[in-house]
């Protein structure tokens, strides 16, 4: 390695664009005459630092670097990752809720799909169990098995509300407190669920939801990856204008272990 060379860390974005961006980079040569070119007037500098920081590679070319097409095909590349990953993570969720309201989900009335929170809780509790176990009562009996959802809603109102050991009693005040806290935490008559006797759907359940989670997180990756692009081409520019000599961005090939990294060298050549 060459004196003034620098290793960034490896990058951990998706497969697809570490190898996009590895191969476009491998492949691109720097411009001769743009090394020859002035580059110590701190304005040109900060116009072509904010050129790139809009859309990535745009400083380079008005540099006349050629590995301004590097930048650009980056940025194309990530955000057409972030697009896929975000359709496949939509469809895959589509997917396990789908899987629920058929399968898991205690069918009353027309379908609602609450928030996230209800579906991690599918994921992780066998069966809701009642709302209101004894519905020929007046008011709301609670769910008192502790393995259901409810059951266990319950127990942690009255652990809230009521001392250690002491038995809700309707009569206290306390119990009032207790109910309407359940009927806060715990899911209604729409809601219920029962996965008893069908636990191979429900651990394809869980693989959607598995899958569809990562799915999002690839394209917040992208994202993150976007930025990184801005920011990195934007310093590419300003250092290109300002510092004489000649910069070399090259990349390592990936490791083939996990196929998700690849390493990228930025070596700068003083001109003495």
């Given amino acids: 390695m060459r004196p003034g060379t620098s290793t960034t860390p490896p990058c951990r974005f998706p497969g697809v ?10 492949t691109t040569s720097p411009d001769p005459v743009a090394a020859q070119a002035p580059r110590d007037v701190p304005s040109a500098a900060a116009g072509a630092a904010a050129r790139s920081l809009i859309v990535p590679g745009w400083g380079q070319q008005s540099l006349g670097q050629r ?3 590097v930048y650009a095909m980056a940025e194309a590349t990530l955000w057409a990752v972030w697009a896929e990953r975000r359709h496949k993570g939509n469809t895959l969720r589509t997917a396990y809720r789908d899987l629920a309201w058929r399968e898991g989900r ?24 009642a709302f209101d176990r004894d519905p020929q009562v007046a008011g709301v009996q609670p769910e008192l098995d502790e393995r259901t959802f409810n059951g266990s809603a319950w127990s942690l109102a009255v652990d809230i509300h009521f001392p250690r050991g002491v038995e ?7 119990y009032a407190a207790a109910l309407a806290w359940y009927s806060t ?13 069908k636990e191979g759907e ?7 939801i598995h899958r569809s989670d990562r799915r999002f997180s690839q394209a917040t990756a992208a994202l993150g ?3 990184a692009n801005h920011v990195l081409s934007a310093t590419d520019a300003f250092v290109s ?13 990936p490791t083939l272990a996990d196929g998700s990294r690849v390493g990228f060298i930025l070596s700068w050549n003083p001109p003495w």
């Fill in 241 to 253: 204008a300002r510092v004489p000599g000649e910069a070399r961005l090259r990349a390592h090939p």
């Fill in 225 to 227: 990856a976007v930025l």
């Fill in 67 to 69: 590995r301004s097409l």
């Fill in 168 to 174: 809700p009693d309707p009569a206290d005040p306390a």
């Fill in 202 to 208: 429900l651990e394809e359940y869980k693989d959607l």
């Fill in 106 to 129: 205690v069918q009353s009335g027309s379908r609602a799909d609450p928030s996230w929170a209800y579906y991690e809780a599918l994921s992780k509790w066998m069966r809701s169990g």
């Fill in 185 to 197: 935490h715990a899911y209604g008559e729409a809601f219920l669920w029962d996965w008893s006797g």
């Fill in 17 to 26: 664009v570490c190898l996009t961006a590895g191969l476009l980079l491998l």
